[in-house]
Structures are given as structure tokens and as C-alpha cells.
T-cell receptor, first 115, second 116 residues
Framework: ELKVEQNPLFLSMQEGKNYTIYCNYS?????LYWYRQDPGKSLESLFV?????AVKQEGRLMASLDTKARLSTLHITAAVHDLSATYFC???????????????FGQGTILTVHP | ETGVTQTPRHLVMGMTNKKSLKCEQHLGHNAMYWYKQSAKKPLELMFV???????ENNSVPSRFSPECPNSSHLFLHLHTLQPEDSALYLC???????????????FGPGTRLLVL
């Protein structure tokens, strides 16, 4: 059974600080996603990582993927209050060539950025 | 309307009621998904429809019955639910593989369901 584990599950940060959220998964996959969810809202796609060594950056967030270690990281640089949300990683376990995805989600990391 | 929409946004029902959740995607996608988000569990995939055919059913109890009449609409019919079925039910859609690159799943706002 595939397991996707995030840590930490709760993260309280000061504005301006840096931190990293980790996502470990237990089976082979070369497709990993990061999503953001604001309270009472739906999931918003942040990054899609499709190969070993992939790195993507958007604003203060940077995601990377190491398929050999089965590890993805989401790095937050100089955090601001607007980044407060729950962040999920999700691993796609469907074989290539299918017409749909099959995502297994981590538990989510609740990030709170305070002054 | 744009993106993925869901109705109703909130639903309270008794254990003997029958209700339906509706999802509509305006993105021209060919795969649609139902997920359950409970307070104490990670997001769980329930059903997947690809090209209007059900391709995944993740051991979901029969009191949940999905329906996909066309590629833009997805329903989840509910009957004789239990209080532990109270959760946020999220619908998503995706294009599938295009030019060798996997397409992201786009989520709707969800239906908050409370079973009394």
C-alpha cells in the first residue's frame, strides 16, 4: 500500500524566515504534485514535478523532486502572512499511458505565518 | 462559470435521506474524480471516470453511487449514510496525458456534508 507522509504536520513560522516541508512516499513514482488549500476553500495546484531532479519555483515557494530517495521538498523563502494555508503533496501511482491520474495525498502541513 | 463547480456547497441530511451531489467542469477535460476529505484522514480518492467510464472504485461503500452522464458532469448519489460519512466531498477533473505531459487535476470548491 502506498504511503505518502509529510512533515511537519504543523508549522508556525515568523515572517521573513525560511523553512522546508518534506514529502516522503513509499513506492516508485515520477509524478508528484503540490497543492495549497485555504480554510474553507478547495485545492489549488502549485507545482507538478515530472522527473528526477525536477525543480520548480513560483514566488517564495520552490519545489524539488528526488525520485531515488522518494522525497520531495517544498521550500519557503522569506515567509509572508499570505502563505498561511495547508499544503499537500500528492503522488500519482498510475502507470504512464493511462488517461487519468490516481493521486495519493499526504496528510497535509498546516502552515501559519505570523509577524 | 469557469473551472470546476459543485452544488450544493453545504448539505445536512438524515441517515434515511437520499440526496445527490453535482459536479460540473467547464475545462473540456475527459476525466473526473470524487474525493473525500475528512478531518482526521488524508484526502481519499473515491471514484474516477475516464471518458465517461468508471475506471476506479476504491472500496467505497455502496451507499455512495456515482454517475457520469457525460464528460462535463459528475454526480454522487447518497442514500442511508452514516454520521461518519460527514466530510468535505471534492470533485476534480483532468485532461489526461497531452503531448506526453501529465495534466494536473483541478478541484472544485467541495460540498460540506453533515449526516445527522
Amino acid at each position: 500500500e502506498l504511503k505518502v507522509e509529510q512533515n511537519p504536520l504543523f508549522l508556525s513560522m515568523q515572517e521573513g524566515k525560511n523553512y522546508t516541508i518534506y514529502c516522503n512516499y513509499s513506492t516508485t513514482s515520477d509524478r508528484l504534485y503540490w497543492y495549497r488549500q485555504d480554510p474553507g476553500k478547495s485545492l489549488e495546484s502549485l507545482f507538478v514535478l515530472l522527473s528526477n531532479g525536477a525543480v520548480k519555483q513560483e514566488g517564495r515557494l520552490m519545489a524539488s523532486l528526488d525520485t531515488k530517495a522518494r522525497l520531495s521538498t517544498l521550500h519557503i523563502t522569506a515567509a509572508v502572512h499570505d502563505l498561511s494555508a495547508t499544503y499537500f503533496c500528492a503522488v500519482d501511482t498510475n502507470a504512464g499511458g493511462t488517461s487519468y491520474g490516481k493521486l495519493t495525498f499526504g496528510q497535509g502541513t498546516i502552515l501559519t505565518v505570523h509577524p | 462559470e469557469t473551472g470546476v463547480t459543485q452544488t450544493p456547497r453545504h448539505l445536512v441530511m438524515g441517515m434515511t435521506n437520499k440526496k445527490s451531489l453535482k459536479c460540473e467542469q467547464h475545462l473540456g477535460h475527459n476525466a473526473m474524480y470524487w474525493y473525500k476529505q475528512s478531518a482526521k484522514k488524508p484526502l481519499e480518492l473515491m471514484f474516477v471516470y475516464s471518458l465517461e467510464e468508471r475506471v476506479e472504485n476504491n472500496s467505497v461503500p455502496s451507499r455512495f453511487s456515482p454517475e457520469c452522464p457525460n464528460s462535463s458532469h459528475l454526480f454522487l448519489h447518497l442514500h442511508t449514510l452514516q454520521p461518519e460519512d460527514s466530510a468535505l466531498y471534492l470533485c476534480a477533473s483532468s485532461q489526461g496525458i497531452r503531448r506526453g505531459v501529465w495534466e494536473t487535476q483541478y478541484f472544485g470548491p467541495g460540498t460540506r456534508l453533515l449526516v445527522l
